[in-house]
């Protein structure tokens, strides 16, 4: 596609940019940024209070790198990218009239929120009628799954070993105890739980994990959204990184040598 | 020779490696956050927070968080700050005994207040602290510099330049003071916890060689005080 004329003159006036389309859209942006700043002073001017603009922090998100380059028909830089992002919420931080709302809009994509709505299993009722739930945990390369009973006296039993003998070291009980202690409900439950593989540590998140995922079926939701917010629920992603080549592990090199 | 070879080889294999990820990563997406332990937070009603807080509960409905770290708790025995001093502590990722030593030196910093306590007369009893924790939180806070020195190069010659710290880093130097300052200046005999009690004592008291090193740090940033100008940020 010829971008130049007849005489040779390029047609839009950041050709010899190389990006030319990037670099007007961040012109754009810029001079809605000035206006909205220059808006703002007038409000400060007027002894108006500053608005502030709602945004739904929900439904939103920027435009990926690939679909901004989908967009403008150039390939962008990282840096170029993290810059265009930059202005954009600086340009959301100030109160925004409803025409850079528009704008602003062409940028952003509505993400469907569906916190995937986990399905929180009813009770099981053993023998002697006692509620009690079953659920899995893991950390690293520790397996873990714990049966929690109601009406107990809050003793814990791991691999059929009290807690005590099990896990020696004061940190690993604190974390057992964690769920427990963060619902209040410290001596009411017992728990049988069987956990292998991965080392001490390893072993206690990876019961703690399955502690709190069981105890999710005694409690009220409003709970199980505030244990989420604790970080009780979620697995934790953090696992050994590989050793490279040419380096000695994952991240200490070889020793330098200079000659 | 074998190590010229073995050299060559590495930083051929180095060169044809294609970068695979950057320096700096988590295995956590960047939209995770951090999670809120207290638990009194979130037994607070709607109505008592501020707007700010009110935001943040928004955000956090809908954000993902990330799994709470295993030296995090919401137990009352649980204080972020020990922790970060024990880790500070500890050499070759051994918690056991970085853990074990700081419990002891709570436990002589207790007992020395104690005595310190049953000798004083009557009116005095009220003024001393007994609480480690509190000792701890104030020695600590006694210690920081408020100033820190950079170096910066201008034609040539370096210059020490005062700057404005930042809290980690100004929480960082306190802890990491009292530490080399516990491992270097000791008889042979004396252990690691009764050291760092006497230590924080002091600090607590505004005594002490970690609270002369940052005096010395201010005055080293006062006599510099001409080259601030140097300073970009």
């Given amino acids: ?259 | 020779m074998a190590a010229p070879s073995a050299a060559g080889l590495a930083r051929r294999l180095r060169a044809w490696l294609p970068r695979l990820t950057q320096v700096r990563w988590s295995r956590y997406n960047p939209s995770y956050l951090e999670p809120e332990v207290n638990k009194e937070l979130y037994q607070k009603p709607l109505e008592e927070l501020s707007e700010e807080e009110k935001e943040k509960m928004e955000l956090k409905a809908v954000r993902p968080i990330k799994a709470a770290p295993p030296t995090l708790s919401s137990s009352v025995f649980s204080d972020p700050m020990i922790s970060k001093f024990t880790n500070m502590m500890m050499k070759n990722g051994n918690k056991v005994l970085a853990r074990s030593l700081m419990s002891q030196t709570l436990e002589a910093i207790k007992r020395k207040q104690l005595e310190k306590y049953h000798k004083a007369p009557e009116d005095e009893k009220e003024a001393i602290e007994c609480n480690p924790y509190v000792i701890f939180h104030q020695a600590l806070k006694n210690c920081q510099p408020i100033i820190g020195l950079n170096s910066i190069t201008r034609g040539g010659k370096t210059y020490q330049v005062p700057v404005p710290l930042k809290d980690n880093r100004k929480r960082f130097l306190a802890m990491k003071w009292l530490i080399t300052e516990c491992r270097e200046n000791k008889n042979r005999r004396t252990l690691m916890p009764e050291k760092l009690s006497q230590e924080l004592l002091q600090a607590f008291n505004n005594e002490g060689p970690v609270i002369k090193k940052k005096h010395v740090l201010h005055k080293m940033a006062e006599a510099n005080r001409a080259y601030a100008h140097f300073r970009w940020w």
């Fill in chain 1, 1 to 259: 596609e010829i971008q130049w004329g007849e005489d040779g003159r390029p047609f839009h006036f950041l050709f010899y940019t190389g990006k030319q389309s990037y670099y007007s859209l961040m012109h754009e942006t810029y001079e809605k940024l000035l206006n909205a700043q220059k808006y703002q002073d007038q409000l400060i001017a007027q002894d108006l209070p500053p608005q502030k603009n709602k945004r739904n922090l929900a439904g939103s998100r920027w435009l990926t790198k690939i679909e901004l380059e989908e967009m403008l028909l150039e390939k962008l830089t990282d840096n170029d990218y993290s810059r265009f992002i930059l202005l954009l919420e600086k340009l959301m931080t100030l109160p925004c009239g409803d025409m850079e709302e528009k704008y602003v809009q062409k940028f952003s994509k509505e993400v469907p929120v569906q916190l995937q709505k986990v399905v929180i299993e009813p009770l099981k009722y053993d023998e002697r009628g006692v509620a009690f739930s079953t659920a899995e945990g893991g950390r690293k390369t520790a397996r873990a799954t714990a049966v929690v009973y109601d009406n107990g006296t809050g003793k814990i039993t791991v691999n059929g070993i009290d807690i005590l003998h099990y896990f020696p070291v004061l940190q690993d009980r604190e974390q057992l105890l964690f769920p427990f202690q963060f619902l209040d409900r410290v001596g009411k439950h017992d728990m049988v739980c069987t956990v292998s593989g991965g080392g001490r540590s390893a072993q206690a998140g990876a019961i703690r994990l399955a502690s709190a995922k069981a105890l999710r079926s005694f409690v009220t939701e409003k709970e199980v959204e505030f244990m989420r917010q604790a970080g009780l629920l979620t697995p934790d992603p953090r696992v050994k990184e590989r050793k490279k080549p040419g380096q000695e592990g994952a991240r200490r090199k070889f020793t330098w040598k200079k000659r």
